[in-house]
């Protein structure tokens, strides 16, 4: 089982600053099987991310993903006022974990 | 547009069973392996099960296994969770979520899901 352990557990930032969610796993993730998705109170999740840079269709770009092995970011260039939510990454591949999550909250 | 609906959540005492349903639409059901995630209250999300898209395989999250059994039904468009034996620790809102892409084989990348149905097992 891969645990993967996402930071901070709340980010407090202002509209049109910038985030950066950190996700690390246990062991290396292969083929880069890491994806990132949003969820907002009283809502469904929705993918953002997979392969852990793809966008996934209609997500903007200010929303990207980077890294690798076992360290990977999501990383939002300019905070909409819509984007403040909880996010959380997964691994998948033979079987799949989620993080704990990193709720972004307006400062 | 594609659209993930489920129905079937309640309250229930521990040790009872309970049927979940997700109506799909929208897209080509028959091609598309489907999961079912569930997340506790106030908790962060935890993947359950999923079927393929033929229904031949199943594979199941260790928590569940032997308790709970993925079906769908392809002329209904449909997908169940039979839930027996539940536990107080079962309580979630249950979200059936496609994976993408379609294929013989699932990926566990999912690209939609439903708004969820909420399970509570008390006494």
């Known amino acids: 089982e891969i645990v993967l352990t996402q930071s901070p557990g709340t980010l407090s930032l202002s509209p049109g600053e910038r985030a950066t969610l950190s996700c690390r796993a246990s062991q290396s993730v292969s083929s880069n099987y890491l994806a990132w998705y949003q969820q907002k109170p009283g809502q469904a999740p929705r993918l953002l991310i997979y392969?852990?840079?793809t966008r996934a269709t209609g997500i903007p770009d200010r929303f990207s993903g980077s890294g690798s092995g076992t360290d990977f970011t999501l990383t939002i260039s300019r905070l909409e006022p819509e984007d403040f939510a909880v996010y959380y990454c997964q691994q998948y591949g033979r079987s799949t974990f989620f993080g704990g999550g990193t709720k972004v909250e307006i400062k | 547009q594609v659209q993930l609906v489920e129905s079937g959540g309640g309250v229930v005492q521990p040790g009872r069973s309970l049927r979940l349903s997700c109506a799909a639409s929208g897209f080509t059901f028959s091609s598309y392996a489907i999961h079912w995630v569930r997340q506790a209250p106030g908790k962060g999300l935890e993947w359950v099960a999923v079927i393929s898209y033929d229904g031949s395989n199943k594979y199941y999250a260790d928590f569940v296994k032997g308790r709970f059994t993925i079906s769908r039904d392809k002329s209904k468009n449909t997908l169940y969770l039979q839930m027996n034996s539940l536990r107080a620790e079962d309580t979630a809102v249950y979200y059936c979520?496609?994976?993408?892409?379609?294929?013989?084989?699932?990926?566990?990348?999912?690209?939609?899901w439903g708004q969820g149905t909420l399970v509570s097992v008390s006494s």
């Open positions: 392969g852990a840079f």
């Open positions: 979520a496609r994976d993408f892409p379609p294929g013989i084989r699932w990926n566990y990348i999912l690209d939609f």
